[in-house]
């Protein structure tokens, strides 16, 4: 009789596939399951773990990094393994995985972004708050990113907590960066930064913003940068107002509340201003070369409260721009040999089992933002892994066991395949490294922007 998934004899094995906050949450939970023995091997492109932790988390948000020490704690544990610099789908394929591993979680993310579908959007002088975040966080696919910083006027149309990390960037001094992890390409080119206005640009009104107070209470307190909200602009409908007075709404009112203090404020003159505007939608993008202006049409909101949406009023205005940052939210990108929900972005899945209209995909499964598509926090991850690690626990006894249960077999083929394959030892030597680099200017790390640079310092 054969051993059954999970016994000491056979572990269960998994493969994770990505290690930002959804991989870590999930391997953790499978590592800690009762009277279970499992086998978790990470795969991840980058030779530096994390995901967006290291490369979305913006560099003046330090503290809110140091959950990579709980992840940290993970990949000691027995049972867990990190196989760096290995991207699934392009470097081994799904079906060749599925021989060593008896199932395979998905935990890629959302490293797209969102489309406006209107004209204009993909002019020069364009660009995604995916690529600016990319390139200050230095990741290295946004390492080559040009930003024309020598512009006054800027624009981002979205009003969610990327949209306003990147007005930050823009807007703060450079003494106030200097001491972060921004890549160091990135410090440069805003030191001679010529930026005056950020225009932010939400579709709905200021009840309706998707930033949330810890984030927008940061923005009276600029060291070179004045927050401009203006009063006319808070001025609510009925179904807004009933909004925040709901009690659910609790997050909604605080950000009106503080949106209310900014709007009140006295500023003294600064070299810049970031401005927010409400209730305008972007409708077209002009310019016959370059970027030129946006044109926006003001909106009215529509529907019940809780459920208002933007309306166009038919009333036009346009802003001079010449650097637009588009930052209405993220999408995941599809891997070969699995079911992709194309509008959503997503895998499509039952409660983290892979799915689609026809069939259930045996021992496939899909955890964090590829799994529920871009929203909520690093925390949001985690009851989202462990209702993926149910189904997989659930589904225990139909599982069909893999082929090869050995990881060294594997290696043995990425190693044909010429791929270098990044231990999570290795990963501490290039972490040890950032840091070091960083200590002669004060940073906490200086990262590698480069895979290369990255695999040198192993
Ligand atoms: P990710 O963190 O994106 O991890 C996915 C990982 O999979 C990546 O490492 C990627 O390289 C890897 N990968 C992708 N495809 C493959 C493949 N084919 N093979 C191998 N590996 C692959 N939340 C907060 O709580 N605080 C914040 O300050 C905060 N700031 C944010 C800033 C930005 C710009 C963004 C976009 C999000 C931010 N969030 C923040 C939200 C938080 O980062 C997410 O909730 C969380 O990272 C989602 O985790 P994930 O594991 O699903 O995806
Ligand atoms: P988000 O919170 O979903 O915000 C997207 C914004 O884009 C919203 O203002 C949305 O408006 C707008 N939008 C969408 N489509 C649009 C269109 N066609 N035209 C105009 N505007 C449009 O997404 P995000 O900012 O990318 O953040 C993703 C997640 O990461 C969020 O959960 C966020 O909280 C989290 N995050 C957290 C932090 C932090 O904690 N510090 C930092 C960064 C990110 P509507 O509301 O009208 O749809």
Redo the contacts with the bound molecule.
Sequence with gaps: MTNPLGSQQRPLRAAMIGSGPSGFYAAENLLHTKDMQVQVDMFEKLPAPFGLVRYGVAPD?PKIKNVTKIYEKVAEQKGFQFLGNVEVGRNISVDELRQFYDVIIFATGAEKD?K?GILGEDLPGCHTATEFVGWYNGHPDFREEIFDLSQPIVAI???????L?VARILGKSVDELKNTDIARHALEALAESKVKEIHIF???GPA???F?PV?IREFAEFADCNCIVKPQDLELNESSRKELEDPDNAVRKKNYEILLQLSQKKHEPKKRQIIFHFLK??VEICGAKHLDKIIFEKNILVGNPGEQK?RGSGEREEIRCDLLFK????RGIPIKGLPFHDQWGIIPNQHGRVADSEQIYSGLYAVGWIKRG????IGTNKPDAEETVKMIMEDLPHLRPCKTPDTEALKKLLQRYEIRVVSFADWKKIDAAEIERGKESGKPREKFVKVSGMLGAI
């Design positions: 948000h969102r406006l149309i979205g009003q969610g907590n990327v949209a990390d939400g579709r709905r309706q913003a998707a949330t984030e939608s972007p933007a930052s209405v939210g993220y871009p929203t909520g926090v």
